[in-house]
Each structure stands twice: as C-alpha cells, then as structure tokens.
C-alpha cells in the first residue's frame, strides 16, 4: 500500500543549477503610461459658449517648427498644437496648460463627428501633452467640426475651440 500512495506523490524537484557567465541585462525600457478609459459620451459641449480667445499661427522659421496657439485676450496660453518629428513619423501635438496632480491623465477631443481619449502627460507643473500621428482622421474632424471641437483633460476646465484657419494650416504644415 505504501508503494501505491508514493507513485501518487509528486516528484522532488531538483534545485537549479548555478551557472558562472551571466545572463546579458535587458535595457530598461521607459515604463508605459497606464490605459485611459475613454470618456462617456457628452452632446452638451455643442451648445457650451467658446472659450473666450483667439487663434494666432506661428511660424519659428525654417527647420524649427509651426505651431497654432490659443490665447486669451490677456495673453493666457490655453492650447496649441504643433508638428513634431520622432523615430515613429511626423506628429500633431496637443498642448495644453493645467495644474495637474497625476502624471498621466484622460485628454479627450470632441468634434461632431469623434470622439477620442487620449493618454497625456503631465510636462513640469503646468503642461499637459498628448499626440497623434499626422495622417491621423482625429485631426479632419477637428478642422472640419461644425466651426468647433472641445478640448477636456481630467481636473480641468473644458475648452470649447473655434476650428478657425490656424488648426487647418497646422495639420497642413505636418502633413506636407
């Protein structure tokens, strides 16, 4: 009986064998931003009043970039966005400022037609950024959106953008 219940018994197992050489390290990679859930739903950003500025283009000369900036009439930057070039193709960036408490945070862009969550970053203590590529249909929607697009970031205010001339030549300035 004894034979029967030690076949039943697990095997020991052998301890692993030290080796001398060691393993190659692998590199750190930079640690990834957690998922963004994407926001609900919300159709009552349409009939929201503008947020009170204007858009002004900015061309810094050849090589060092374009950018569309939304201001208010005292000179209180809001929102921008940008060309940018990274191993991964040419980028739109969205800028925007905000005091936020968490690293990374919900940016969601409104139009008429789309909706999308982004995952954004915190840069420093009053700048929020997120990207998409420049081929990227987001971008059309927020050209072309019924005169407007909303801008939220969690903790902040809503931005309610005019989709004047400036957003359109940006996109344009990226993808040409």
Same mark, same amino acid.
């Given at each position: 009986?004894? #034979?029967?219940? @030690?076949?039943?018994?697990?095997?020991? !197992?052998?301890?692993?064998?030290? $080796?001398?050489?060691? +393993?190659? %390290?692998?590199?750190?990679?930079?640690?990834?931003?957690?998922?963004?859930?994407?926001?609900?739903?919300?159709?009552?950003?349409?009939?929201?009043?503008?947020?009170?500025?204007?858009?002004?283009?900015?061309?810094?000369?050849?090589?060092?970039?374009?950018?569309?900036?939304?201001?208010?009439?005292?000179?209180?930057?809001?929102?921008? #966005?940008?060309? @940018?070039?990274?191993?991964?193709?040419? !980028?739109?960036?969205?800028?925007? $400022?905000?005091?936020? +408490?968490? %690293?990374?945070?919900?940016?969601?862009?409104?139009?008429?037609?789309?909706?999308?969550?982004?995952?954004?970053?915190?840069?420093?203590?009053?700048?929020?950024?997120?990207?998409?590529?420049?081929?990227?249909?987001?971008?059309?929607?927020?050209?072309?959106?019924?005169?407007?697009?909303?801008?939220?970031?969690?903790?902040?205010?809503? #931005?309610?953008?005019?989709?004047?001339?400036?957003?359109?030549?940006?996109?344009?300035?990226?993808?040409?």
């Amino acid at each position: 009986m004894t #034979l029967v219940l @030690a076949a039943c018994a697990p095997a020991a !197992k052998e301890p692993p064998v030290a $080796t001398t050489a060691s +393993a190659p %390290r692998p590199q750190q990679a930079r640690p990834s931003p957690p998922p963004v859930m994407p926001a609900p739903a919300d159709t009552h950003w349409m009939d929201a009043q503008d947020t009170i500025g204007a858009w002004v283009y900015q061309n810094f000369g050849e090589g060092m970039g374009k950018r569309s900036l939304f201001s208010d009439p005292d000179d209180t930057f809001y929102f921008s #966005l940008s060309c @940018a070039t990274d191993p991964d193709g040419v !980028k739109v960036l969205f800028s925007r $400022t905000g005091t936020p +408490a968490k %690293r990374y945070l919900a940016m969601t862009i409104r139009t008429e037609t789309t909706q999308r969550t982004l995952t954004a970053e915190r840069l420093g203590t009053q700048m929020i950024m997120a990207g998409v590529s420049a081929s990227d249909p987001l971008l059309d929607a927020m050209a072309l959106s019924k005169g407007r697009f909303a801008v939220e970031v969690e903790g902040e205010a809503t #931005l309610i953008l005019p989709s004047h001339a400036e957003v359109s030549r940006v996109i344009e300035d990226c993808r040409g």
